[in-house]
């Protein structure tokens, strides 16, 4: 069970097509390593058993008849943050306020998974409402980090890059909104990719920060992150905000040619609070791919310093504007409190959201507030347009930045839940990309003395997917950390 469990998806994908192993049985290896690894890890929040069993045996069908009817992600088990709306399926954002919504339709990124023959193993722990960075602030309670369960995962999406980790899945979709990708894929040890705004659908994700919010795979390798993104990207008309842009064959773009490549190395990403293991691995990542022909440019992105308190003003306040929908009459959690409407908002609102949602709504309404909209809400919108600039400037002189995605490995558990600040601090290198509207990814590329992975970040041009996954590739090939947690 382990064996097929830890297959890539691509190697799984093949044998599949090749007919060594069946759709059934791998769904099967991986229900049962659920079963048996998951109470350890609580990365899933919901298991959907018959519904990825039905799934593999209409997969079974089409393998069987072989050719045209053969999709492109057939038969893979894979699972979905539990900010996807899935139909007839518990959708919850991992909030009590939304704790017995079961959404009557299906958002876009998971149907797309679902037509191009995936087997849905079910929805995956993250924070309420993706606002965190370890997975500490959901309804169902932590998620554990698969290579020490001591430690988080990370955050938001941290139950999408645990079950990754640990062989639960074989690839899975999550929502990075400032880092809930990239950060957590860091500190699990897997490939995360954050696409540019607009690339993927957000119909039927539930919002969070409608201006930042997108949706990217987590995988196991950065061809299956290729294949996963392929499957989900393109314009969709439920979503004015996806742009009506082909879309390229990003797995059949993968060559690995680093030679000649321009890497760019902002120099206010190696600062004080980066931990000098990780900037020593990140640093001696940077010189191989020297070595192996890239040209390394040193940059400046001067607004960085900006970028943290730029985005817990823009990020607070769309989600504050977001949130008001959660009322208790029209889905979700009610409660009557003492008296009339009024007294039933606040009741339902009061139990139903958790502490950091709570902190972040008031924040947001604070920012948007009459007299005080211009001082924070479109002074922020202002910093966010020079922090963009900054990356343009950059891009004419590189083809993709290269720096460290968190500052520290996996922590732990309890460690930084009593400071906010210390918190959203660990988002410091994602947030930017962000902010700037680019892509970013994440990969692993060493471990700490304490044996934990580290990530490497690259990031894109906007809409320029494949040429980040294509170096992101180069790397891997001939450079990555292949280490695997043992659970
Ligand atoms: N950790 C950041 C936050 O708490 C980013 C979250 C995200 O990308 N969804 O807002």
Not at 229 to 255: C, F, M, Q
Not at 372 to 390: E, F, G, H, S
């Amino acid at each position: 069970m382990k064996e097929l469990c830890s297959l890539t998806l691509s190697e799984a994908r093949e044998k599949l097509v090749n007919r060594e192993i069946g759709a059934e049985e791998l769904t099967q290896a991986h229900l049962e390593r659920i079963a048996a690894v998951d109470p350890k890890l609580n990365s899933y929040v919901l298991v959907t058993p018959e519904r990825a069993l039905s799934d593999a045996r209409e997969s079974e069908k089409r393998l069987a008849a072989g050719g045209a009817a053969v999709r492109p992600l057939e038969g893979c088990p894979i699972a979905l943050k539990d900010i996807f709306v899935t139909k007839g399926i518990r959708s919850t954002a991992a909030s009590k306020i939304l704790h017995n919504f079961i959404p009557p339709y299906e958002g876009t990124p998971s149907k797309k998974l679902a037509e191009a023959g995936s087997v849905l193993l079910g929805k995956l722990n993250m924070d309420e409402f993706a606002m965190g960075s370890s997975n500490e602030n959901s309804a169902f309670g932590p998620c554990r980090n698969p290579w020490d369960t001591e430690r988080t995962p990370g955050g938001s999406s941290g139950g999408s890059a645990a079950a990754v980790a640990a062989g639960l899945c074989l690839a899975s979709l999550g929502t990075d909104t400032g880092g809930s990708i990239r950060q957590p894929a860091s500190l699990c040890g897997v490939v995360g990719l954050r696409p540019t705004y607009g690339r993927v659908s957000r119909y039927g994700v539930i919002a969070f920060a409608s201006s930042l919010d997108q949706v990217g795979p987590f995988a196991r390798t950065v061809t299956d992150a290729a294949h996963v993104l392929k499957a989900i990207a393109g314009h969709d008309e439920r979503d004015s905000t996806s742009v009506d842009a082909p879309v390229p064959d990003y797995p059949a773009l993968l060559h690995g040619e680093l030679k000649g490549r321009r890497i760019g190395v902002p120099k206010e990403y190696f600062v004080e609070g980066l931990d000098p293991e990780v900037e020593g691995s990140v640093r001696r990542c940077i010189a191989a791919m020297e070595k192996e022909g890239a040209e390394i440019v040193e940059i400046s992105l001067p607004h960085t310093e900006y970028a943290i308190a730029c985005y817990y003003i823009i990020a607070p306040s769309e989600a504050s504007s977001n949130l008001a929908r959660y009322d208790g009459v029209r889905y979700g959690l009610r409660e009557y409190g003492e008296g009339g409407l009024e007294q039933m908002y606040v009741a339902s609102r009061s139990q139903g959201f958790g502490a950091e949602v709570k902190r972040r709504i008031m924040l947001g309404t604070y920012c948007l507030s009459a007299g005080y909209y211009d001082a924070y809400y479109l002074k922020a919108q202002k910093v966010r347009t020079l922090i963009a600039q900054d990356f343009r400037r950059a891009f004419e002189k590189v083809d993709v930045i290269a720096t460290p995605t968190t500052p520290t490995t996996a922590f732990k558990i309890g460690e930084k839940t009593d400071d906010p600040l210390q918190m959203y601090l660990s988002d410091i290198y994602t947030v930017p990309t962000n902010l700037g509207m680019i892509c970013g990814i994440s990969l692993p590329c060493g471990a700490d003395s304490k044996g934990l992975p580290i990530g490497l970040q690259f990031l894109g041009r906007p809409f320029g997917e494949a040429e980040l996954l294509d170096i992101a590739y180069g790397y891997e090939q001939t450079l990555g950390f292949r280490g695997k947690p043992v659970i």
